[in-house]
């Protein structure tokens, strides 16, 4: 049994459109307005705008740190990479 809130939320929403029985133009006409609209409610929503806005900004500064990560972990595999090929050489060793 859903909650009342869940029950209200379910008798206040509009219909769906275009009712069993409609010629097909009509229900695809009205389908097509239907998500005209919400389209245009989630895009004009303000709060909606400012997350985006800030998901963007957080997934850049997520990406940066990632590629300094990489750089360093690199260059380091680098100098690694040598010192294990001077510790082989004999002449260096002996």
Do not use: K
């Not at 459109?17 to 609209?37: I, N, Q």
């Not at 997350?51 to 500064?61: G, H, I, M, P, T």
């Not at 260059?75 to 001077?86: F, P």
Request: charged share 20%; aromatic share 4%; glycine share 8%.
């Amino acid at each position: 049994m859903p909650s009342s809130a869940y029950a209200d939320a379910a008798t206040r929403r509009p219909p769906p459109p275009g009712p069993l029985g409609s010629a097909p133009d009509a229900v695809g006409r009205d389908f097509a307005l239907a998500v005209a609209e919400a389209h245009a409610a989630l895009t004009a929503d303000e709060g909606a705008q400012r997350e985006r806005a800030l998901r963007d900004s957080v997934l850049a500064a997520y990406e940066s740190v990632a590629r300094t990560m990489h750089a360093t972990a690199t260059v380091q595999q680098g100098e690694l990479d040598a010192i294990g090929q001077a510790t082989q050489n004999p002449g260096l060793m002996g």
